[in-house]
């Protein structure tokens, strides 16, 4: 059985402090998006198998993919084992949730090549207990997240658009960007609601914290918002705890115009770039 593993955004994410638990509270705006990555499943008579074949991405133990299938066959009991192969496409450490992704893929996956008939609040509980962002992707669309992002309010986003997503290639560490986090002043917080059209808001709903601790040491990300503005984006913002930047189009035609000047222009960069349209 062969399942896709998308990407997602953040709109919006905003840090309210360190938790007790050692987590920090957050709120945040995500949308998932139109770039994927691929996750085949076979039974096998005993154990877990994980092939991969990109060289950024473990095959063991400390795979995202290989924890939720290891977790969801012993909770479920199942004594048969299972094949797992994982096509890349979303960039590893990019600030896109791929790992988060490929688990939630992985969970939803078992549970059906198996028959374990798990509820997907089932799933989202167990998915909660392998990573923050993994309950999100057990979702059908945005929603907003708080707590330390396993506490999901699904939203109506309007109108449709585009992403095109720029990827410099820098690794970042989210452990990394939030042990550099120092309690912000006060923001403000924008109230929760389970419909939000983008043109109505406006371009300031469009924030992440991250961005103070990023740019700092990583210019060019700043750079390539700059860029994606100047060739017709209605906003652009750093995704996640980075590197990845994101610019939204309200006209595919648009967004693929930008495409095709961004690789023209920026050629020798070396960028990773692309067009997806967002999930709603």
């Known amino acids: 059985m062969e399942f896709l593993a998308p990407a997602k955004i953040n709109l919006r994410l905003e840090i309210l402090g360190r938790r007790e638990d050692g987590y920090h509270e957050i709120r945040s705006l995500i949308c998932p998006v139109g770039i994927y990555d691929t996750i085949s499943l076979t039974r096998v008579r005993e154990g877990i198998i994980l092939q991969c074949g990109d060289k950024d991405t473990p095959e063991g133990k400390d ?5 939720a299938a290891s977790f969801l066959l012993k909770e479920a009991q199942v ?8 096509k890349k496409q ?21 549970n059906e090549l ?5 509820s997907q609040e089932k799933l989202k509980i167990l ?32 109108p449709q658009f585009w992403v095109l997503l720029v990827n410099p290639g820098i690794k970042i560490s989210t452990a990394w960007a939030y042990s550099q986090f120092k309690l912000p002043g006060k923001n403000k ?22 961005e103070k601790i990023i740019i700092p040491y990583f210019s060019e990300v700043a750079e390539i918002k700059k860029i ?17 930047v994101f610019g939204i189009f309200f006209s595919q035609n648009e967004a693929q ?9 920026y050629r020798e960069r070396n960028w990773k770039v692309f067009l997806a349209p967002a999930l709603l």
């Not at 057990?138 to 992002?149: H, T, Y």
């Not at 994606?228 to 990845?244: E, P």
């Not at 115009?257 to 222009?265: S, V």
């Open 63 to 67: 795979n995202l993919v290989f924890k």
């Open 79 to 86: 004594s048969r084992g299972v094949k797992i192969r994982l």
């Open 90 to 110: 979303i960039p590893v450490a990019s600030g896109l949730g791929g790992g988060s992704s490929d688990a939630a893929t992985t969970l939803k996956g078992i």
């Open 114 to 118: 198996f028959s374990l008939h798990y």
């Open 127 to 158: 998915g909660a207990k392998i990573g923050s962002d993994v309950p999100f992707f057990l979702e059908d669309g945005p929603a907003w997240a708080s707590g330390r992002g396993e506490k999901l309010l699904p939203v109506k986003l309007s």
């Open 189 to 210: 917080l924008i109230k929760f609601t389970n419909a939000i059209d983008l043109l109505q808001f406006g371009e300031e709903i469009l924030y992440n914290e991250f």
């Open 228 to 244: 994606l503005k100047t060739l017709g984006a209605w906003g652009a913002l750093m995704s996640g705890s980075g590197a990845t």
């Open 257 to 265: 115009k930008a495409e095709r000047k961004l690789k023209e222009n």
